[in-house]
T-cell receptor, first 117, second 116 residues
Framework: NAGVTQTPKFQVLKTGQSMTLQCAQD?????MYWYRQDPGMGLRLIYY???????DKGEVPNGYNVSRLNKREFSLRLESAAPSQTSVYFC????????????????FGPGTRLTVT | KNQVEQSPQSLIILEGKNCTLQ??????????LRWYKQDTGRGPVSLTI?????NTKSNGRYTATLDADTKQSSLHITASQLSDSASYIC???????????????FGKGTMLLVSP
């Protein structure tokens, strides 16, 4: 199993350009997440998808859109990139959270390092 | 606002020595606490998960403790190895009753360097 894969690994964009970050998981997980990690800060949730067909905003959704293409794939789109979106982006997946049951482990991908100039 | 504070911010120890990393949190309603290891340039990898009723959990040379009363956790690394050099992130999960979802609050991490 590859686990969680992300493409591309690195990307440089000019302000105003658009791009899509791809994420796929082969663990048959229901839930998927997009985070960003900035220097001196903890990971922050951008968007998540609790199950196929649903998406919800996280802590920092402005400037991003997501698509849960199918159970395996969850993409993150920057429509008009800004320098403030320079960051490392992580995708993660887990079994669907259910109250009262065992905590669901989140598995992270290797990250995409994005620079917006 | 849910918060997770970690200390120290960074730490250098000699190979073979032990160390303890600290985590204090104000997260409600508490569901579980996780410790992750993040190597440079890689995604976080889970070390332990503890729920309210668990006060200690081990994973090899890593032992996590949880005091839910004082809202503190520690991660103890025994007989450190060069490969332990990484950022260690404390993550606390909150789960509103009957909501069907949980949220994670991440600490900023403690950067550990194990020196030969």
């Amino acid at each position: 199993n590859a686990g969680v894969t992300q493409t591309p690994k690195f990307q440089v964009l000019k302000t105003g350009q658009s791009m899509t970050l791809q994420c796929a998981q082969d663990m048959n997980h229901n839930s998927m997440y997009w985070y960003r990690q900035d220097p001196g800060m903890g990971l922050r949730l951008i968007y998540y998808s609790a199950s196929e067909g649903t998406t919800d905003k996280g802590e920092v959704p402005n400037g991003y859109n997501v698509s849960r293409l199918n159970k395996r794939e969850f993409s993150l789109r920057l429509e008009s990139a800004a320098p403030s979106q320079t960051s490392v982006y992580f995708c993660a997946s887990s079994e669907r959270f259910q109250s009262g049951l065992k905590a669901r482990e989140q598995y992270f991908g290797p990250g995409t390092r994005l620079t917006v100039t | 606002k849910n918060q997770v504070e970690q200390s120290p911010q960074s730490l250098i120890i000699l190979e073979g020595k032990n160390c303890t990393l600290q985590c204090n949190y104000t997260v409600s309603p508490f569901s579980n606490l996780r410790w992750y290891k993040q190597d440079t340039g890689r995604g976080p990898v889970s070390l332990t998960i503890m729920t309210f009723s668990e006060n200690t959990k081990s994973n090899g040379r890593y032992t996590a403790t949880l005091d839910a009363d004082t809202k503190q956790s520690s991660l103890h690394i025994t007989a450190s190895q060069l490969s332990d050099s990484a950022s260690y992130i404390c993550v606390v999960s909150a789960a509103p009753p009957n909501s069907g979802y949980s949220t994670l609050t991440f600490g900023k991490g403690t950067m550990l360097l194990v020196s030969p």
